[in-house]
């Protein structure tokens, strides 16, 4: 289904799923077209997460949630699913390994396959992971509402990768804040890294901007840095994959360089993210795994030779950026202040 979109209407869903059925808006089309693809079998889940048509780390964990749903409903009978459950979640969890937000959701669901009971543990199973959605939702608008504290109207700012709904499913992460100080605080400027290998920032974070009339400037990413050397640049804006115990971040790949710049211009650097992204059994972000994707995305992207063909690459997909470079840590529970994060006592529940 290819629907034309227009800048004025902000309709947009990433995911949405009616009884067996995941239909998500395939994010490697964008800004192209604006194509929906249905899935109905697990591969098809497992594909869609691994090649990005559902990315960012909130958006991955609520696809894989009703991923569980699209493999195990089908079940002849509760005993049938709950046995073929651990392989479901095993596959599922080995699509992407460093948003945690992933392992996160397929724990919640594993919680909930275990207390499923006859006759109705279909519609328990979907309304649980329909649950981790709408949480997810709400999480946003408690973020969203915390971020807008640290901004003030006609705020020139920096943002990397793509973190907007495109991301969660609901309002967004550092995107989402950014959307909402442009509604409730005006004059905002937003520079969008364009974000390599893969693009979010040029292809999905402007293409989110547009949709919500936002003002905005694609840079390539390593024109962040001149710009902050320019002046007028007030604040910088990320989201993340896995955010460790002392409040190291791992976030898409050039984060931690766009903080390494912030710090040296004296601009505030703030993370945004559910504490669903929070790995507290890490105490630094040297336990975070780094997925490494492959180097045709870097000498070849979208088909385009960039580099002879025989041109080594390497492509990790995610940087981790040390907590003494962030400002702060924005998430539904309120606004944590560095240099030093104890996130083990700072988070309640
Ligand atoms: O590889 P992606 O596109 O899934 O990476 C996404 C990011 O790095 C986002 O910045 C992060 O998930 C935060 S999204 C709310």
Not at 187 to 195: C, I, P
Not at 235 to 257: E, F, H, L, M, Q
Not at 297 to 326: C, K, Q, R, Y
Request: aromatic share 6%; proline share 7%; net charge neutral.
């Amino acid at each position: 289904m290819t629907v034309r979109h227009s800048t004025a209407a902000p309709r947009y869903d990433p995911v949405r799923y009616e009884r067996g059925r995941l239909t998500v808006l395939d994010q490697t089309r964008l800004p192209r077209e604006t194509v929906y693809a249905a899935l109905t079998e697990l591969d098809q889940v497992e594909t869609a997460i691994r090649t990005l048509q559902v990315r960012g780390a909130p958006l991955i964990g609520i696809a894989a949630a009703y991923g569980v749903c699209i493999a195990l409903a089908g079940s002849p009978s509760l005993a049938e699913a709950q046995r073929r459950a651990p392989a479901v979640l095993a596959r599922l969890a080995a699509t992407r390994p460093t948003a945690v937000n992933l392992s996160w959701a397929l724990a919640r669901m594993e919680r909930a396959i275990a207390a499923l009971r006859e006759p109705d543990w279909r519609e328990a199973l979907e309304a649980e992971a329909a649950a981790v959605h709408r949480d997810g939702r709400a999480q946003d608008a408690r973020m969203v509402s915390h971020g807008l504290a640290l901004l003030a109207p006609n705020a020139r700012v920096i943002t990397h990768c793509n973190t907007g709904p495109l991301a969660t499913g609901g309002l967004g992460t550092a995107l989402g804040v950014l959307i909402g100080a442009h509604g409730k605080l005006g004059g905002l400027h937003v520079y969008v890294d364009e974000t390599r290998p893969r693009w979010q920032g040029a292809h999905l974070t402007t293409w989110e901007l547009a949709q919500h009339g936002v003002p905005h400037t694609l840079i390539c990413d390593g024109a962040a840095a001149a710009l902050m050397q320019r002046g007028g640049i007030h604040s910088v804006w990320v989201g993340a994959d896995r955010i460790a115990a002392n409040g190291d971040t791992a976030n898409k790949v050039g984060t931690y360089g766009l903080a390494v710049n912030a710090r040296h211009h004296g601009l505030p650097f703030y993370v945004v993210a559910p504490t669903s992204t929070f790995d507290l059994a890490l105490d630094s972000g040297a336990g975070i795994p780094i997925e490494e994707r492959s180097p045709r995305e870097v000498a070849a992207p979208e088909g385009l030779l960039l580099a002879p063909p025989e041109t080594p690459a390497w492509n990790p997909a995610f940087d981790v950026t040390p907590s003494e470079l962030i400002s702060a840590i924005v998430c539904e529970q309120g606004v944590f202040r560095g240099p030093k994060y104890d996130l083990r006592k700072d988070i309640a529940g």
